[in-house]
């Protein structure tokens, strides 16, 4: 079977081709890989491109990011599947680059444009991050959208009727939504069954979403904001006190008119107040001008925690979107047996690959990866590129990504226009991917094994009247994709 | 509308194109609305030969012409059926406008600039969900549209949409970073 899936693959290389195409590995498929590959493809016809990612399943955080109950926001896959699909490009999964190959081994067989994004978080450094209860809101997100790694996650939604999230960004909005939406509603998506049992027995009430700064600086955006104060049978608090806008805040809102809306959607929000709480009611809370600065632990039970001591902070700075939050050495604390951190991502370094530390990014100019030599002049290491969040930090939408792509292929193409980048009969591409790969035993999911998981996902769903039941675990994400 | 340092830049780059629409228009204007009275009537026995002519255009006429404006200041003109979207009516004429969410409303990728004030002003205002998305959209100016949400009819006949010029709008130093 793998055999004929090989020859297949082989042939299919010969037919539309010069005799020795550029080859271009995409690692990485979510946004930023396809829309890269996507653009290459059509500047270049003579250019091979194979999308390699770690996982079986394709699309990035489209799948595994993406809110269950954004459906509309996950329509951009069909546009990626036409990618996948075309003759010159192939899908190559269960491949992690850093450890199924190397990087250094890679390049010998392509020139690489890495985006694989940012899999890691942002930590806060404080006392008891360490405690049972406390989360990266990315794992927590992870857990409800059935990504493997994150299938045994088992967040104790039992103990507690509060919980904290750290961030108001949009995945921080995200998390509150899903705590606190009638489970009625999230049964008719794609949430994981595993998730949607747990958030069905959760006692969790109340929910806390805590900022550093204030309302105009809060990192959501309108849409997200409208839609979790709109929840069925939740009612929002915030503290008018909160609102006072200072000068500095008026300048900021009028350049930006994110801000201006943000904030008076939040306001709007506060004045017309809760109503008396009623029987079952949720709670959703906003809480400003707040950093945490260590987490309690319970009494009752050893390693698990039981609050957010947080320390009041005030605005500091003139320069404008410079503004920083500076504790004031007043502290006040919030009891609650879970706590989300959504505070940012963080991409991975992988062996023989330049990275900033600092900034969690691959150091690069316009997508061209930048040597790690400290001459003078900067060099660029060949044939290596990037883009997406390795490429300029974990923040922005998925049509962020769009623009961003444009750029690294601009350069690719600069490149391949000044013969930098030349096809080269040495680099095997594909044939020897796969050829290492299999002396290596690692069975790779092609295109049509992701549709098999497709299609079988939106059988198990269609059972449930879900668009589709994703298949959580890796063993059943192979299993499926080698029937 | 608020115009954000990116609708600046975004706007630069077509402002050139506005003035010079307001001051010299291309084309006459034909327009395409139907005249029921006159069919009723049977038109062609009341009109002189000139005004037979062009209403005979009108007759025939169920569409609109659209012009695009890509970012390197490429032209198409394109006749779109009342009731098309201008999304839909670029894929259907090979025009590179993105659409990831194919119309509904969850993306900005189909951004679009109305390059005639007095043609924005003909267009119904966007709703709240529109305006939660052209938030979004790189290259913002005050005559932003989703072109999802541009339907055509006879009043738009002759509109301009220019493309907006994201690349010059993204520098890796100096980004503002956008929620997520």
């Given amino acids: 079977m793998a055999i004929f899936g090989k020859l297949r693959w082989i042939s299919r290389s010969f037919t539309s081709l010069p005799a020795n195409p550029l080859r271009i590995c995409v690692v990485g498929s979510g946004p930023a890989g396809f829309y890269t590959a996507e653009k290459i493809l059509k500047a270049h016809k003579g250019v091979e491109v194979d999308i390699v990612d770690?996982?079986?399943?394709?699309?990035?955080?489209?799948?595994?990011?993406?809110?269950?109950?954004?459906?509309?926001?996950?329509?951009?896959?069909?546009?990626?599947?036409?990618?996948?699909q075309n003759d010159r490009c192939s899908f190559i999964g269960n491949v992690?680059?850093?450890?199924?190959?190397?990087?250094?081994?890679?390049?010998?067989?392509?020139?690489?444009?890495?985006?694989?994004?940012?899999?890691?978080?942002?930590?806060?450094?404080?006392?008891?991050?360490?405690?049972?209860?406390?989360?990266?809101?990315?794992?927590?997100?992870?857990?409800?959208?059935?990504?493997?790694?994150?299938?045994?996650?088992?967040?104790?939604?039992?103990?507690?009727?509060?919980?904290?999230?750290l961030g108001q960004g949009n995945v921080a909005l995200d998390a509150a939504r899903i705590l606190l939406r009638p489970t009625v509603e999230l049964a008719r998506t794609d949430i994981t069954s595993h998730a949607l049992d747990a958030l069905e027995e959760s006692s969790i009430r109340k929910v806390y979403l805590v900022g550093r700064r204030g309302p105009v600086q809060a990192a959501c955006t309108a849409k997200e904001l409208r839609e979790v104060l709109g929840i069925k049978d939740v009612s929002i608090h915030v503290k008018q006190a909160d609102l006072v806008t200072t000068p500095a805040d008026e300048v900021e809102m009028k350049n930006n008119r994110i801000r201006r809306r943000v904030y008076e959607l939040i306001s709007k929000a506060a004045s017309s107040g809760p109503s008396p709480p009623l029987p079952g009611q949720r709670e959703l809370h906003f809480v400003f001008f707040r950093k945490p600065d260590r987490f309690l632990e319970s009494d009752d039970r050893s390693g698990h925690v039981a609050g957010v001591h947080l320390e009041e902070t005030t605005l500091e700075g003139d320069d404008l979107g410079k503004r920083i939050a500076v504790g004031t050495g007043i502290f006040d604390d919030i009891s609650c047996g879970l706590v989300l951190k959504s505070i940012g991502y963080k991409s991975v370094a992988i062996d023989s690959l330049p990275f900033d530390h600092y900034k969690g990014i691959v150091p690069n100019v316009g997508g061209r990866v930048l040597s790690d030599s400290t001459g003078d002049l900067p060099q660029y290491e060949t044939g290596l590129y990037v883009c997406g969040w390795l490429k300029r930090g974990p923040t922005g939408i998925i049509a962020t990504n769009l623009y961003c792509a444009e750029e690294t292929v601009a350069s690719i193409s600069e490149d391949i226009g000044k013969g930098v980048l030349t096809s080269n009969s040495s680099k095997p591409g594909r044939e020897g991917l796969l050829q290492l790969l299999d002396s290596r035993n690692i069975r790779v999911v092609q295109f049509d094994d992701w549709e098999k998981i497709d299609a079988e996902e939106k059988e198990l769903g269609n059972l449930k009247n879900k668009p589709r039941e994703k298949l959580a675990t890796w063993e059943e994400l192979l299993q499926v994709a080698s029937e | 509308m608020f115009i954000s340092k990116f609708s600046r830049l975004g706007a630069h780059a077509i402002k050139d194109l506005v003035k010079a629409r307001s001051i010299t228009p291309r084309t006459s204007y034909v327009p395409a609305v139907q005249n029921s009275y006159s069919q009723?009537?049977?038109?062609?026995?009341?009109?002189?030969?000139?005004?037979?002519?062009?209403?005979?255009?009108?007759?025939?006429?169920?569409?609109?012409?659209?012009?695009?404006?890509?970012?390197?200041?490429?032209?198409?003109?394109?006749?779109?059926?009342?009731?098309?979207?201008?999304?839909?009516?670029?894929?259907?004429?090979?025009?590179?406008?993105?659409?990831?969410?194919?119309?509904?409303?969850?993306?900005?990728?189909?951004?679009?600039?109305?390059?005639?004030?007095?043609?924005?002003?003909?267009l119904e205002d966007p709703a709240d969900e529109e305006n939660d998305m052209l938030d979004l959209a790189f290259g913002l100016s005050e005559t932003s549209r989703l072109g999802c949400q541009i339907i055509a009819k006879p009043e738009i006949n002759g509109i301009r949409l220019a493309l907006p010029v994201a690349t010059r709008n993204f520098a890796v130093d100096g980004y503002k970073p956008k929620p997520h």
């Fill in chain 1, 54 to 84: 770690r996982l079986p399943t394709p699309f990035g955080l489209v799948r595994s990011g993406v809110a269950p109950d954004h459906p509309e926001t996950k329509i951009v896959i069909n546009q990626f599947s036409r990618v996948s």
């Fill in chain 1, 96 to 165: 992690s680059v850093g450890s199924s190959v190397s990087l250094p081994e890679l390049r010998q067989m392509y020139n690489a444009l890495l985006a694989y994004g940012a899999e890691s978080d942002r930590a806060l450094g404080i006392p008891g991050e360490e405690l049972g209860g406390v989360y990266a809101a990315r794992e927590f997100v992870w857990w409800y959208n059935g990504h493997p790694d994150c299938r045994n996650l088992a967040p104790d939604l039992t103990s507690t009727d509060t919980a904290v999230i």
């Fill in chain 2, 40 to 122: 009723a009537l049977g038109h062609k026995s009341f009109c002189t030969t000139a005004e037979k002519v062009s209403e005979e255009v009108n007759e025939e006429k169920q569409n609109v012409s659209v012009t695009f404006v890509d970012k390197d200041g490429e032209e198409k003109n394109i006749k779109v059926p009342f009731g098309m979207s201008m999304l839909e009516a670029a894929h259907e004429n090979d025009i590179e406008l993105e659409g990831a969410c194919e119309g509904s409303l969850a993306c900005s990728t189909c951004h679009v600039i109305v390059m005639d004030v007095d043609y924005y002003n003909k």
